[in-house]
């Protein structure tokens, strides 16, 4: 045998030599949850290590973060029931919870990345992404109000919007009318391929946002489809979105390539809430090893084509990190 791969194997050093794609605190955005109140901190049950917090208690955590190296943060709403209507009114509220949460942390945090949720679900009394009428969620209507809730979320301080509805056109009638205000620096992440997937039970037990009726497959992808997603990408691309994501990741590690090698924006990966749960409960079981298994998961959307993973691993891993060095 002249060809011997083991070779490049034999060491702990001559691995790392050779390794050829590696995770860092850079790469990561952590999904935050904000709820009202003061003083409070409520665990997600079906997400181990993850709470919703009031804003108070928010800033120490995103605190503790900025010091363990995490730059990026997406900030998501828990609302009461009596807040929300048809309409997402509340999504534009000045005074409400989640705007006065982004500014309270850009003021108190001006250097890092805050990314903001453009979606109606957290605040719509139908639990859709979008507007409901007779029993259909209706596109172009919707785009107004994404248009409003982005605006708004500039205006309170928003680095990143992130557009994760799936509504058609979104991209472009968004950054339409922030450019029209002034707000050429805010970038989009948009939710690119967003597939219609049973791994965002837990997140819609954190925001209490599930669907009231029907399920969300008028507009979120079928998980069977690949080709769907370069359609999707070409048009977001071309409505000028500054990133493409992929959500959720470990189920779609073949649509993170697909998108990697056919587009030249970066492209990141929503490690989604029902994967950091299986982790999560297998681990409690001791049925596997949390860390090596966390390692492993985002290493693999890493070397999948992911330059930006949003994870609820972000502070265990920056731990981690820290930890070590
Ligand atoms: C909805 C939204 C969802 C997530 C982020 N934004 C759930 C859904 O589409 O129903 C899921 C995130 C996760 O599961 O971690 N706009």
């Known amino acids: 045998m002249l060809i011997r791969p083991r070779r490049n194997r034999k060491s702990e050093a001559i691995r790392n030599m050779v390794q050829e794609n590696v995770v860092t605190v850079n790469d990561l955005i952590f999904p935050i949850f904000i709820t009202e109140g003061n ?8 997400m181990p290590g993850i709470s919703r917090f009031s804003l108070d208690l928010l800033l120490e955590e995103i605190n503790e973060c900025i010091a363990l190296g995490i730059q990026g943060f997406c900030l998501f709403p828990q609302y009461s029931e009596e807040k929300k209507d048809k309409f997402a009114t509340e999504s534009v509220n000045d005074e409400g919870l989640y705007l006065s949460a982004i500014r309270k942390i850009k003021a108190d945090f001006p250097q890092i990345c805050l990314m903001t949720d453009v979606a109606m679900d957290p605040y719509s009394s139908d639990g859709h992404d979008g507007l409901v009428e007779n029993g259909k969620i209706v596109n172009d209507k919707t785009l107004e109000i994404l248009a409003k809730m982005a605006l708004a979320q500039c205006r ?7 557009p994760s509805d799936m509504m058609d056109g979104r991209v472009g009638y968004i950054r339409e009318a922030i450019d029209n205000e002034g707000f050429t620096d805010v970038s989009i992440m948009s939710y690119t391929a967003k597939y ?13 946002s599930a ?9 979120q992808m079928n998980p069977a489809n690949s080709r769907e997603a370069i359609i999707e990408a070409e048009l977001d691309a071309s409505e000028g979105a500054d990133f493409l994501m992929v959500k959720p990741a470990l189920p779609y590690l073949d649509i993170i390539r697909l998108l990697k090698d056919n587009f030249q924006q970066p492209i990141a990966a ?35 084509g992911a330059d930006i993973i949003l994870t609820y691993f972000a502070k265990e891993f920056a731990l981690q990190v820290k930890s070590n060095s």
């Not at 309170?156 to 992130?162: F, K």
């Not at 997937?197 to 819609?204: I, N, V």
């Open 39 to 46: 003083n409070k901190k409520i665990p997600v049950a079906s």
């Open 156 to 162: 309170a301080g928003a680095d990143i919007l992130g």
């Open 196 to 208: 219609a997937s049973a791994f965002y039970g837990p997140f819609r037990d954190a925001l209490d």
């Open 211 to 219: 669907p009231k009726f029907g399920d969300k497959k008028t507009y």
């Open 270 to 304: 929503y490690n989604v809430s029902g994967e950091y749960a299986m982790i999560k409960a297998a681990a409690q079981n001791g049925w596997l090893d949390g860390t090596k298994a966390m390692n492993e998961a985002l290493l693999s959307i890493k070397r999948a």
